[in-house]
T-cell receptor, first 110, second 112 residues
């Protein structure tokens, strides 16, 4: 069955530190891949997407993600985290419908 | 341009009632999808409509239904509400499928 896995439920980092959120997918063929962010009580905002081509994808708010076919991974990174990045982050994959991972809650300490 | 608009933002219903939620997609977007978000089950796909046709459906009981109008606006209906239907219902629209979706702020449904 198609699935998206985010192994980290909760991550805490200090402001200014680097960040990496993990995402693995299980699909027969490489799906389209996305990262979304959700602030409390809000909808989801698209950070970046990967369809094909360059495996390092740049997104909004200084985020980037790297697609690794051999590891079936699409990890999200940011070199320096800001307090406003605290939110829940969802990895998602789409081959005929959008399937989400369970999310990673990011907490940022000053 | 205007984003995806969902109405109402909050709703309280009693068990056994039925409810209709509305979604207006971004102008020009013909694909509309619906998701249910709960703390226990996370984000689950309900259904997707494209040009008034249901293109895909998730694993939800028949009490959950939807439709899309010729102007791409969509509604979802839940009949015979149960306490477990309490959730944030999110609508998303896209220019076409597999293109990435823009989400609305959601409708928070509470069933008492």
């Amino acid at each position: 069955a198609q699935s998206v896995t985010q192994p980290d439920i909760h991550i805490t980092v200090s402001e200014g530190a680097s960040l990496e959120l993990r995402c693995n997918y299980s699909y027969g063929a490489t799906p389209y891949l996305f990262w979304y962010v959700q602030s409390p009580g809000q909808g989801l905002q698209l950070l970046l997407k990967y369809f094909s081509g360059d495996t390092l994808v740049q997104g909004i708010k200084g985020f980037e993600a790297e697609f690794k076919r051999s590891q079936s991974s699409f990890n999200l990174r940011k070199p320096s985290v800001h307090w406003s990045d605290a939110a829940e982050y969802f990895c998602a994959a789409d081959s005929d419908k959008l399937i989400f991972g369970t999310g990673t809650r990011l907490q940022v300490f000053p | 341009k205007a984003g995806v608009t969902q109405t109402p933002r909050y709703l309280i219903k009693t068990r056994g009632q039925q409810v209709t939620l509305s979604c207006s997609p971004i102008s020009g977007h013909r694909s509309v999808s619906w998701y249910q978000q709960t703390p226990g089950q996370g984000l689950q796909f309900l259904f997707e409509y494209f040009s008034e046709t249901q293109r895909n459906k998730g694993n939800f009981p028949g009490r959950f239904s939807g439709r899309q109008f010729s102007n791409s606006r969509s509604e979802m209906n839940v009949s015979t509400l149960e306490l477990g239907d309490s959730a944030l219902y999110l609508c998303a629209s896209s220019f076409r499928t597999l293109y990435g979706y823009t989400f609305g702020s959601g409708t928070r449904l509470t069933v008492v």
